[in-house]
């Protein structure tokens, strides 16, 4: 069973950081490009980023590009969100999903950032 | 970057059929995949590629695309289908950027 657990959300002061962290289970993780959506309360899905299965490539939404990173670690199956210099606006649910169009999504993390 | 366009709300008879659609240009060169969402919970995948429906998903869901433009279809909808509908696609910019529509607030009636 396909399994996605997200981990490290919170409340966060502007101007703070983040790292997210996204356990992987029960499919061959090396083998999948790797995505972060977020949806913001009461709004739509907002996809981030997305890494190769290498992790050669990584592509990012306009808005956290400078400030957000994504990352993988095959061996420990675990993708990963570095989030600096957080605005009010990223305060969201943060879904790890498998796949660039994702065919399976974690439970999310809640973010909030507010002082 | 690309945008999908997404009629914010749609309703439906029980047992009726439904179309929701997504508009964009880069649905000209990538097909949709189609989401359902239900107040917190996360995304489920309904619908990818030309039309196919991932395991469990009911024969009900259907999709199909014309030119610019994604359609899902639910025929003789169930009152659990009552939920929000996304669609997305890759960016027509031809590298791996995705776009989400602003999603569809479905009602059976």
């Known amino acids: 069973e396909v399994q996605l657990v997200e981990s490290g959300g919170g409340l966060v002061q502007p101007g703070g950081s983040l790292r997210l962290s996204c356990a992987a289970s029960?499919?061959?993780?090396?083998?999948?490009?790797m995505s972060w959506v977020r949806q913001a309360p009461g709004k739509g899905l907002e996809w981030v980023a997305n890494?190769?299965?290498?992790?050669?490539?990584?592509y990012y939404v306009d808005s956290v590009k400078g400030r957000f990173t994504i990352s993988r670690d095959n061996a420990k199956n675990s993708l990963y969100l570095q989030m600096n210099s957080l605005r009010a606006e990223d305060t969201a649910v943060y879904y790890c999903?498998?796949?660039?169009?994702?065919?399976?999504w974690g439970q999310g993390t809640l973010v909030t950032v507010s002082s | 970057s690309s945008e999908l366009t997404q009629d914010p709300a749609v309703s439906v008879a029980l047992g009726q059929t439904v179309r929701i659609t997504c508009q964009g240009d880069?649905?000209?060169?990538?097909?949709a995949s189609w989401y359902q969402q239900k107040p917190g919970q996360a995304p489920v995948l309904v619908i990818y590629?030309?039309?196919n429906r991932p395991s469990g998903i009911p024969d009900r869901f259907s999709g199909s695309s014309s030119g610019n433009t994604a359609s899902l279809t639910i025929t003789g909808a169930q009152a659990e289908d009552e939920a929000d509908y996304y669609c997305?696609?890759?960016?027509?910019?031809?590298?791996?950027?995705?776009?989400f529509g602003g999603g569809t607030k479905l009602t059976v009636l």
């Open positions: 890494i190769k299965q290498d992790g050669s490539e990584k």
């Open positions: 880069s649905l000209r060169s990538y097909y």
């Open positions: 029960g499919f061959t993780f090396s083998s999948y490009w």
């Open positions: 997305n696609s890759r960016d027509s910019s031809g590298n791996l950027y995705v776009v």
């Open positions: 590629g030309k039309n």
């Open positions: 999903a498998r796949a660039i169009a994702p065919d399976y």
